[in-house]
């Protein structure tokens, strides 16, 4: 089944495993260089059904943290895009851009304007910690404009779609949660409130492009300063944050986890992709450490290649749609075909040194 077709909106997907957003820094000046088309083609070619792409630094002058992660601000870096959506579909691909805006992870003294510190809901880059530029509402919907703009030029450019990095503790995920979203205006408070400022994200971009057009959110409970806290602690508390933004016009909810075979509440085996489908009740994809021994705790450490019997089991019984594949899939561009046709033995490692180049 993993392995089958899928139609997702109106994309016809050769099957169901999705390339994982993965940052390659290797965008000089954000823009995607023609070795970044090549890289993206080659899994196409390698017959990965969605790509979606590495982070895209959302136009907005706070978004950058890390160097040479590109971006959609130029005509050089939408001209860059255009080639590697093209060179996607020249191999009977489908790519969906990932929309990221890095929040307090950005610190003073960082590109492109040094003097511009980080951005967050509550100027916490951690709870307790307020370092970074607390947003004014005029920040606010100058930042939900961005993401609309870009995702304009996305259509523009021949995506499929958008996915909005909700994730991992950048910026709508320090406005998500509690320990960074302190505010008492109408983006915080309860949690319905926290999940506001994505909610009207999603508005903005559905608003600017087409019915066709695909609009996903990925989401976690774990920060990359945090991997214990959690957004939800029970499905209620949980269908608080997700069904706001789902109700504004989502396609697909994306729940990152660190280990997909964990369970997410007291009470049940099932894990965070399964409440977010039975929630939600749109298409969901579920990711973190399929098909490989190790779980995503450091990606600079090795992992080696593994069964995925659990992965095509939850996908079999309908628990989500979707598996999303990361590291694997950055080591080793043929992954889908070598575990299509059971040919483990050909699979390469994923280890630190497979992020030094785009292979
Ligand atoms: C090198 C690297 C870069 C990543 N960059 C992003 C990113 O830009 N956006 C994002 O949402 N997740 C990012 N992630 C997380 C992955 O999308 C994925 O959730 C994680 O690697 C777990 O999946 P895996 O166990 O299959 O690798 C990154 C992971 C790695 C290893």
New binding site residues.
């Given amino acids: 089944m993993l392995f089958e077709p899928y139609k997702l909106k109106n994309i016809n997907l050769r099957n169901r495993v999705v390339m ?5 820094n290797q965008s000089p000046n954000g823009i995607p260089t023609e070795e970044v088309a090549k890289y993206y083609e080659r899994r196409a070619e390698g017959e990965v059904g969605l790509i ?1 792409t ?2 895209i630094e959302v136009s907005h002058k706070a978004s950058s943290a890390y160097p040479n992660v590109p971006r959609l601000d130029s005509q050089k870096a939408r001209d860059g895009w255009k080639k590697v959506v093209s060179s996607i579909k020249e191999k009977d691909g489908s790519v969906i851009a ?1 929309l ?1 805006h890095c929040g307090g992870f950005r610190k003073l003294g960082m590109g492109p304007d040094p003097d511009v510190p980080g951005y967050t809901a509550s100027g916490l880059v951690k709870p307790g910690k307020k370092v970074a530029h607390e947003m004014s509402l005029d920040d606010i919907n100058e930042t939900i404009d961005a993401y609309a703009s870009d995702a304009e030029f996305c259509e523009e450019l021949g995506f499929d779609g958008v ?1 909005i ?1 909700g ?2 503790g950048y910026l709508i995920d320090n406005f998500f949660w509690e320990g960074t979203n302190v505010r008492e205006d109408q983006y915080g408070g309860t949690i319905e409130n926290r999940s506001k400022f994505v909610t009207k994200i999603v508005e903005a971009v559905r608003s600017r492009v087409s019915d066709n057009f695909i609009v996903g959110l ?1 989401f976690s409970q774990w920060k990359q300063h945090d991997f214990n806290a959690k957004l939800a602690n029970s499905p209620q508390e949980l269908e608080k944050i997700i069904l706001p933004p789902v109700k504004a016009g989502l396609d697909y909810l994306h729940s ?3 280990r997909f075979w964990e369970s997410e509440f007291n009470d049940s085996d099932e894990n965070l992709a399964y409440w977010t489908k039975k929630i939600s009740n749109i298409v969901t994809i579920g ?6 021994d190790t ?2 705790i450091d ?1 600079m450490a090795s ?1 080696n290649s593994t069964s995925i019997d659990k992965a095509i089991e939850d996908i079999s019984k309908d628990k989500y749609e979707l598996i ?7 080591a080793d561009p043929e992954w889908v075909i070598k575990m299509k046709e059971g040919r483990l033995e050909d699979l390469i490692p ?1 280890t630190k040194e497979s ?1 030094l180049k785009l292979y």
Avoid: C, K, N
């Fill in positions: 994982a957003p993965m940052t390659r979606i590495e982070g990932q990221w996915e990095h994730a991992h990925r990152s986890m660190r990711v973190g450490s399929v098909g490989l779980d995503f990606m992992a999303a594949v990361g590291r694997a899939l950055i994923y992020l």
